[in-house]
């Protein structure tokens, strides 16, 4: 049988690799590098074909395609939301993604992209965190234990030097999990009954619960001047965390306002409600904080152009290394015009 | 090291198990069985989610995401065009697909799809000439005779019975390729010089040329009365294969008319010229070939739909085979909460 050329071969990581190289690079060097990747692309932010994701909703969940190019190569996440799917056993998230090189068509990667998206995020975060927190923020309160709080401390921690998160979750078995793995990591973990308790001290407030409503994880009262809010969790359309009062006395900042506006806190906030694109911060055009007793908040989502980031340093960082396998995935038969000989001499 | 679970592992056909699925089924009962899948989609057709193809393009070619779903089913295909990759020894189209189970987002199958979609392209042909060809058609004239005419023709002899193909292509070895891999499979063929020879006592005439451009492979006064056209070449902007006066004297038939008036051969046409969709023709609401004099045109340009059919084909044919490998592509933790867990314990 003949062999497949190079070219018809696509590096894939699979879970399991994606787990080793994360324990290769060290997790907590991985989200500094992810992090260095994703400020490079916001950097350079308005080269990126920005399509919308394209979503195919059913009655329990949705499918999403997230696909962006910077015009060299093409990336793009598959990924799933099915919330009901926890109580059967199953993620209510799964993704995996793939980068192709723009000049040849050709995919370069397939990867395995559920941890590299809690990693992606995590690194978000605190570089975001880097350009709007106080300089002297060291306190984190993570309200909600859930999947990515421990991404987002140890993010924190990597990337703005945190010393102490304080954790609270309506489920104290969340908490619990979170303060185990967190424990011996370097940072000084408190366990809070309320989340009024977990906010005292700290100048980060991270939000990342699940309830797919409209909740109020912070009311207007609970959060005072000069700190930053890190909001994850109100993330897709009827699902927010914060009061609106709150968004009125905070200078909101965004990934991408098309998407924000429907996915994000800012749902709840007339359509010309103001707010600064993340990129333009990162870029220098726009001022980030301006002052101690501001209130800055990242009305996080999630969006293509961070795993497009993060499919880059996969490409780049597993080179050298046995963290893959190369799949036969595209055909590749001498003379393009000849596909029919090439599925025939196979029968040889 | 944690095994994944069984739901974490995502069954994988290479382009090598393709080729051997192909031959352990036997390519035209192959492509007889996917006609049969196809046929079944087009006569449920109105339940399925018709999303547009999205397309990523560059200078030098496009990327595009074809996605769709029966609400049980969800099916996409990448697909890249790149007419230059041809002069640097690479292929034009390469392409994968991937079917997920729409009750729980996880993907249940990730294949190669180049062979796939060639096999697809000739069954549909095939399938549709069944439905609006002469019933006593058995000769085609195969205009361009690339990758697709030997596949083309030997579905036309699986699922029509056809008898002879007359080949014809502007490059004489594009023609001696084709004949030498059809000798021996069962139909009479007969090299011709002129395009006006090829179609000497052919019912069906199939037009496939690459050219990216508008090109008249077939004009006007070639085309006498009572016969099927299988216009399969013109499926992009800016490339189209027959007169204007052809389209015109023809009932035109098209997959899905949003994409055909874009990318079809009726591109040259007004925005409101006549078509009949398929689907109405075989769910048996609409008449196809309506007497013996009549020209029927299938303005082929390849729909989201007939991917997703060979998907759920392969999906479920590969079922007790060894032609597949399962690939650890979706992470799975215990506990969905977890997922950081996961991670660090695979550290030991």
Redesign the interface.
């Known amino acids: 049988?003949t062999q497949?050329s190079d070219?018809?071969l696509v590096p894939?990581v699979?879970?399991?690799n994606m787990?080793?190289l994360?324990?290769y690079v060290g997790?907590e060097d991985m989200m500094r590098d992810l992090a260095d990747y994703i400020e490079a692309d916001f950097k350079r932010w308005e080269l990126f074909?920005k399509?919308p994701r394209?979503a195919?909703h059913?009655d329990?969940?949705?499918?999403e395609?997230m696909?962006t190019?910077d015009?060299e190569a093409?990336g793009?996440k598959?990924v799933?939301?099915?919330p009901k799917?926890?109580s059967?056993g199953?993620?209510?998230v799964?993704a995996?993604g793939?980068l192709?090189d723009?000049?040849?068509?050709?995919?370069v990667l397939l990867t395995?992209m559920?941890?590299l998206t809690?990693l992606r995020t995590a690194a978000t975060s605190a570089m975001v965190a880097k350009h709007l927190a106080p300089k002297s923020a060291d306190t984190m309160a993570m309200i909600g234990?859930?999947?990515q709080?421990?991404?987002q401390t140890l993010a924190m921690k990597a990337i703005i030097g945190l010393k102490a998160v304080r954790l609270y979750d309506k489920d104290p078995a969340?908490t619990e999990?979170c303060a185990q793995?967190l424990a011996g990591l370097g940072v000084d973990v408190t366990i809070c009954k309320t989340p009024e308790e977990a906010i005292e001290g700290a100048q980060i407030l991270t939000t990342c619960t699940a309830d797919k409503q409209y909740a109020t994880i912070l009311t207007d009262n609970m959060v005072g001047s000069g700190v930053h809010i890190n909001a994850i969790g109100g993330d897709c359309p009827g699902k927010t965390e914060l009061a609106p009062g709150i968004l009125n006395r905070s200078d909101v900042f965004v990934e991408y306002p098309p998407q924000t506006r429907v996915e994000g806190e800012i749902q709840q906030m007339p359509e010309d409600f103001a707010v600064t694109e993340l990129w333009e911060v990162i870029s220098g055009q726009k001022p980030g904080r301006t002052g101690d007793r501001q209130i800055t908040l990242f009305d996080s989502v999630g969006f293509a152009i961070e795993d497009f980031s993060a499919l880059r340093y996969i490409r780049d960082r597993i080179k050298g290394t046995d963290y893959f396998i190369d799949?036969?995935?595209?055909?590749?038969?001498d003379?393009?015009?000849?596909?029919?000989?090439?599925?025939?001499r196979?029968?040889a």
């Open positions: 049988m497949p070219k018809a894939f699979s879970v399991d787990m080793r994360i324990h997790i074909d399509t394209v195919s059913s329990v969940g949705v499918i395609l696909p190019s015009g093409y793009f598959y799933n939301g099915h799917n926890t059967e199953l993620q209510t799964t995996f793939l192709a723009v000049y040849t068509g050709y995919p395995e559920t941890i809690a234990n859930g999947a709080s421990e991404f969340a999990k793995n799949l036969d995935m595209l055909a590749d038969p003379d393009p015009r000849d596909l029919f000989g090439m599925v025939q196979a029968k």
